[in-house]
């Protein structure tokens, strides 16, 4: 029981960059647009998420430089694709590129430097509940607020108005601005959550993960936070199932190594791709009428007056 | 004041030509800027960056190694985006080919096989790469499954896959175990063009690719329907073109020649199958795509100008001890520019005034 | 208006190049140019961080006498070979390259370059102007076994591997033999990242490590993720590559710390003084290619044990792989060292010792 507590714990660390940058990149993409530049985002937001941390001494403020990088360099991709209306698959790699300069010019400064990682959580009374205390209220506050993230993009987008609207410009833009609604502006906001969200996903990992910076650690977390959002197909419930469970078979594979399970550990390594693969092509076959991508996905909109 | 962009009526010639140049100033503008912060000579390090790779005939060479498994790449996925088909796995079908070519070499390693080899090599390349790509493609056509996502997470596979032969059954016996295979023999080794460079015959090919990807699109039925197709989806079902199984060609072809590319890089510039023979060309043949306006000719430019940066970062880390992330951000910051500036073909930007509209020609 | 400014911009692009190719050719003085070609960034806190100390120690050593440059990030594959010969090209005459991956890559461009000397760092391929050198770390992996061994009272040692090429491999038996000779029912358990450095990988596996019973940590992957980790869970470890104390304060036990400098140094005095000479350099213990960081976190008795058997074998009185060696099979390994494992051996080791109950990727 222990052991399986303490899988637990690890895959809820493990899952959760992934579920924080997943999470803004659905958003993103729930309004017509395709950010590919998630692990630029990501390398930058932890550059400056640890170099906040080590200037000020506060994870918070961390989090904070974090959250603003990520949606500063958005912002860059925003003016691109919906100022200048430039191909979205080009412009995000092109922000991946741009990411990974920027985060070892920022971070070559924080290199070698340490910093306290964020703390667990620890209630009194709650936390020490046998087996499932340390799992609801003793991680770290990132893994219950991605949690409480999910659960606001979703009341964002099923249970508001504006939600409604986002979810309008996504899959059609056109009858959207028909109705008068300002198209470029909400994919704008939409794109700034994404790469906010990137921002601090991306800082977590040297905050609250592994307390230190190194050029490249996102290590392409960003790319697989991009793969979620088409394995939940763009649905906050299911985007939580897929973190989880991405992040239970990479921890459970590491952890069958170590109990000796004698297969070779590159096919252990690939098994969450081919997992990957397998449910979506299962989830598309189960679903008729094809794909739920919001039908504008990628597409550029002009409006014309 | 608001700033808009408004559709052309049509195609500018004149922007077409000129948005490169425009873009490469606001880069070289830009870059002085940071050059200047960095406390380096900015002219003298543009001069690194764009001019000394094409002072000599060796760095010439090298650009176009380079650039060869990128063009060809690039062609292939051209087509795909232009049917709206979009397979970014190109670098999974790029091992694939490499592993499937390396399989020929390997077993006929030491035998006294004659030239057939490296043929065979080629094209068992690139129909694995082009079988590898397949799966996505029917996992889209059979299941609607989003082929962004199956092709990326095929990537990963074909990664760990190449990288599971070279540590156990393919590895070089006589190597100490290090996860190579032994070096490929004279028959199964891609010829160099100038004695002495690295420049080989991998590079007339990619000349062949996008000469004949050129004849496709411009000038076949097939290459119509590819651009219809994408173009307008609509108008392609009501004119009797089946969109899946245009997905499978075009899938297929870039597929092959990802594969290609992968096995003649293998046989070529480095002689052996390991891990790590690509430093990510399959990702950076989807920028070059894009540069290129998925258009062969301008791929050929685009592929050339990225590889120059490459060489030309080199050179800039070793003559004025510029960190290599300048040369991404520098990179970053030029596709910026030129995507930018290629949205002027298509539009032109305007300025409105509140009160009164502005309108001005533009030339 | 738009041509004026289009010819501005060819001037300036001319300008550049005219002063470009001025700098450049001022810098050919008659110093001592020596190369790096590093797999990491020079930030990575391991591995290429310490060919970086190393080289700044080399300057700090010669001061205007040599002129250092390094390329960083190079990939194993293809851009490797160019890289090399960018470094030969701008002047190097002295060229480290100091990755395995190197090997193949250097030997072509030393074949092209025979006034030009290279120095590869943990390959077996040498030639009249290409020298290798490497590390006795097993050395080091003794003595941490042993103190592994005392500091744990589970009895379950945890272990990090990058990749199953010897280097590691022969790390883990090393390890394993100097812990069966303080506790002979010692077990270990062996997570592979697959990754040189993926932190949160490495974390993931330190955790999983310790979730399943094991104790001390040990790791031949490059960050200090699995430090972090021990210290934070109260446990201890063994950094790499570097002093990783600053992570693990009260944790880290010791650390095989590669220091490179005094090799580097006596080279290129060898090249100053032209003597230089293409050999095979696996240095341990005694020649200080590697050191241990200070023994740290352990009683007394522990401390002393460590550091007698630092010094028998840094006397050449205690051989790590002293025969019998007995493989996981229970079968006696041929001894071809006289009364330890031959060189040979140790570098091409591709067998677990007795007492490990793994089975060996690849075989």
């Known amino acids: ?305 | 004041m608001q700033f808009v962009l408004e559709k052309r009526t049509e195609r500018s010639n004149t922007i077409a030509l000129v948005s490169p140049l425009i873009a490469i100033g606001l880069t070289i503008v830009t870059m002085s800027i940071l050059f200047a912060i960095l406390g380096k000579n900015p002219v003298a390090a543009l001069g690194v960056y764009f001019i000394d790779p094409l002072t000599d005939s060796y760095s010439l060479q090298e650009i176009a190694v380079k650039a060869t498994p990128l063009v060809m790449i690039a062609v292939g996925l051209s087509l795909c985006y232009l049917a709206n088909a979009w397979n970014i796995g190109a670098e999974g079908q790029f091992l694939i080919g490499a592993v499937a070519g390396s399989w020929i070499a390997v077993k006929t390693q030491g035998t006294d096989a004659g030239y057939w080899v490296l043929p065979a090599m080629l094209a068992a390349g690139a129909a694995a790469g082009a079988l590898y790509a397949l799966i996505p493609a029917i996992c889209k056509t059979r299941f609607g499954a989003s082929e962004i996502l199956t092709s990326l997470m095929l990537v990963y596979v074909a990664d760990l896959f190449l990288d599971y032969l070279v540590r156990g059954p393919w590895r070089d016996p006589a190597g100490f175990n290090f996860p190579t295979t032994a070096e490929f023999d004279p028959v199964a080794t891609v010829p160099v063009l100038i004695a002495g460079g690295r420049l080989h015959l991998g590079a007339i090919i990619a000349l062949i690719v996008v000469a004949a990807a050129s004849v496709l699109l411009g000038r076949t039925i097939k290459g119509f329907e590819i651009r219809v197709v994408g173009a307008a989806p609509r108008a392609a079902r009501f004119g009797g073109f089946n969109s899946d199984q245009l997905i499978l060609l075009t899938f297929a072809i870039s597929g092959a020649l990802a594969g290609l590319a992968g096995i003649i890089e293998v046989a070529g510039p480095v002689g052996h199958l390991q891990p790590g023979i690509s430093p990510g060309y399959g990702f950076t043949a989807i920028i070059v795509a894009f540069l290129g306006r998925l258009n062969p000719i301008g791929i050929l430019i685009a592929g050339l100008f990225l590889a120059l940066t490459f060489i030309g970062g080199e050179q800039a880390q070793i003559a004025m001890k510029i960190p290599l992330d300048v040369t991404k951000v520098f990179q970053g910051l030029l596709l910026f520019y030129v995507l930018a500036c290629d949205s002027l073909i298509l539009y032109r930007f305007r300025l409105i005034f509140a009160s009164r509209q502005v309108s001005r020609g533009t030339g | ?363």
């Open chain 1, 1 to 305: 029981m222990e052991l399986a507590e303490a899988i637990i714990l690890s895959v809820l660390a493990a899952s959760t960059p992934l579920l924080i940058a997943a999470t803004g990149e659905l958003v993103t993409e729930r309004s017509g647009v395709l950010n590919l530049g998630v692990e630029g985002m990501m390398i930058v937001g932890a550059a400056c998420g640890f170099g906040g941390a080590w200037l000020s001494g506060s994870i918070i403020v961390g989090a904070v430089c974090g959250i603003v990088a990520g949606t500063l360099l958005s912002l860059i991709f925003a003016m691109m694709t919906l100022g200048l209306a430039v191909n979205q698959v080009a412009s995000g790699l092109a922000l991946t590129i741009l990411g990974i300069g920027l985060s070892g010019l920022i971070g070559a400064g924080f290199v070698g430097e340490r910093i306290t990682p964020a703390a667990h959580l620890h209630i009194p009374g709650l936390t020490d509940i046998p087996l499932v205390g340390r799992i609801l209220f003793g991680e770290d506050a990132f893994v219950y607020l991605s949690l409480a993230l999910v659960v606001g993009v979703w009341w964002f987008l099923y249970k508001t108005r504006a939600g409604l609207i986002l979810r309008a410009c996504g899959d059609n833009h056109t009858s959207a601005h028909a109705l008068g609604y300002p198209v470029l502006r909400i994919r704008m906001y939409a794109v700034m959550f994404g790469g906010a969200c990137a921002g601090l996903a991306g800082a977590y990992l040297p905050l609250a993960y592994t307390p230190f910076f190194i050029p490249g650690m996102t290590a392409g977390r960003g790319w697989i936070a991009l793969a979620l959002t088409v394995f939940a197909s763009w649905r906050p419930g299911r985007l939580v199932i897929g973190a989880y469970l991405f992040g239970a078979v990479t921890i459970l594979q590491l952890h069958a190594q170590g109990a000796g399970i004698g297969i070779p550990s590159q096919f252990m390594s690939s098994l969450p791709y081919l997992a990957t693969v397998i449910v979506l092509v299962a989830l598309s076959r189960a679903r008729t009428g094809g794909s739920t991508a919001p039908a504008a996905l990628g597409t550029v909109f002009v409006p014309d007056r």
């Open chain 3, 1 to 363: 208006m738009r041509k004026t400014l289009l010819a501005a911009a060819a001037a300036f692009l001319l300008a550049g190049s005219i002063s470009a190719g001025i700098s450049t050719s001022a810098w050919a003085a008659d110093k001592l140019k020596v190369g790096f070609i590093y797999l990491g960034p020079v930030g990575d806190l391991g591995w290429t961080y310490q060919h970086e100390l190393a080289r700044q120690a080399l300057v700090k050593e010669f001061g205007d006498k040599v002129e250092t440059t390094y390329l960083e990030n190079v990939p194993e594959g293809p851009d490797a070979e160019r890289a090399i010969e960018q470094l030969v090209r701008a002047g190097n005459k002295l060229i480290f390259t100091t990755s395995f991956g190197y090997m193949d890559p250097t030997l072509k461009v030393a074949k092209k370059y025979p006034d030009v000397h290279f120095e590869h760092c943990s390959g077996y391929k040498r030639d009249a102007n290409m020298a290798t050198y490497s590390s006795r770390w097993y050395q080091g992996r003794y003595i941490q076994g042993q103190i592994a061994a005392k500091m744990s009272k589970s009895g379950v040692l945890g272990y990090i591997g990058s990749f199953p090429i010897p280097e590691v491999v022969s790390g883990i038996n090393a390890t394993m033999l100097g812990a069966q000779s303080i506790n002979p029912n010692i077990k270990v358990k062996i997570i592979w990242a697959n990754s040189w450095f993926d932190p949160g990988k490495e974390a993931d596996s330190a955790k999983a490590l310790l979730d399943q019973g094991a104790d001390v940590i040990m790791q031949h992957t490059d960050s200090p993720a699995a430090m972090q980790i021990a210290s934070e869970r109260g446990k201890v470890a063994f950094g790499q590559d570097s002093e990783m104390i600053k992570f693990g304060p009260k944790s880290q036990l010791t650390s095989i710390m590669d220091t490179w400098a005094p090799y580097y140094i006596s080279r290129v005095k060898a090249q100053l003084d032209g003597t230089w000479k293409s050999e095979d350099t696996w240095g341990g213990l005694e020649t200080k290619m590697f050191q241990m960081a200070p023994y740290t976190n352990m009683p007394d008795d522990v401390k002393k044990m460590a550091e007698d058997t630092e010094a028998a074998i840094t006397a050449g009185k205690l051989q790590p792989f002293k025969c019998p060696v007995v493989d996981q099979d229970g079968k006696e390994v041929e001894c071809k060292g006289g009364d330890h494992l031959g060189d040979g051996q140790v570098l091409g080791m591709n067998f677990y010792v007795k007492g490990i109950d793994d089975k060996m990727p690849g075989k």
